[in-house]
């Protein structure tokens, strides 16, 4: 019997070529823009305002503040991947109160120490993208990133397959941060 030789006598699994394939259905809510607001304001469901009603572990919230809180991100980049948000649904960074701007930073602060003590980090990309031709994902609720680095984290999977592979759910990543969380700095 002869080893089928195209997709369609694969029953869709492809042509042979010794490569695993990796499936990530769930992203396609990210690709389809499920849980995206419908609009600029509040009540347009903003999930940024929708997370501090919810539990920590259903938020996904690591840590709350006075004026911000940390959350996982849902399409994160890498493990570990952090936002910090104002309560305030607020758009620009020059749109912050001093307790807010204070906050942000004292919260990405204190995430970086979590993350490099629960998992190592060796290095972080931490920033902004205000507004949607900066690359915002939700532009009109301001959030900070903090996606921890290892060296070596950027191979062929991202660069050419377009998928990540996080080793760890997103609850247990939630939990170990939360735990490596500093009371202060």
């Known amino acids: 019997m002869r ?8 029953g869709g699994a492809g ?3 010794n490569f695993q394939r990796l499936w990530t259905p769930h992203r396609m809510a990210y690709i389809k823009g499920e849980n995206k607001p419908t ?9 940024f305002c929708e997370i501090p009603a919810m539990s920590d572990e259903d938020g996904l919230v690591v840590a709350r503040g006075t004026a911000v809180f940390a959350v996982l991100n849902l399409y994160p980049y890498n493990s570990g991947h952090l936002m910090v ?22 919260l990405t602060r204190r995430a970086l120490t979590a993350l490099r003590k629960a998992s190592g980090a060796q290095g972080f990309n931490v920033g902004m993208n205000l507004g949607h031709v900066a690359g915002a994902g939700i532009a ?15 191979n062929f999977m991202p660069v050419v397959g377009q ?5 760890q759910l997103l609850r247990d990543t ?3 941060i939360a735990e490596a969380w500093p009371d202060e700095d």
């Open 39 to 47: 609009g600029a304001g509040r009540g347009d469901g903003c999930p």
């Open 163 to 167: 998928t990540k592979v996080l080793p």
């Open 15 to 17: 042509a042979p070529d």
């Open 3 to 10: 080893e089928p030789q195209l997709e369609e006598e694969r």
């Open 85 to 106: 948000v104002p309560y305030r649904h607020v758009a620009d960074y020059t749109e912050l109160d001093d307790a807010e701007y204070t906050e942000l930073a004292v």
């Open 174 to 176: 939630r939990r170990m």
């Open 140 to 154: 009109a609720h301001l959030h900070q990133h903090v996606v921890p680095r290892w060296g070596g984290d950027t």
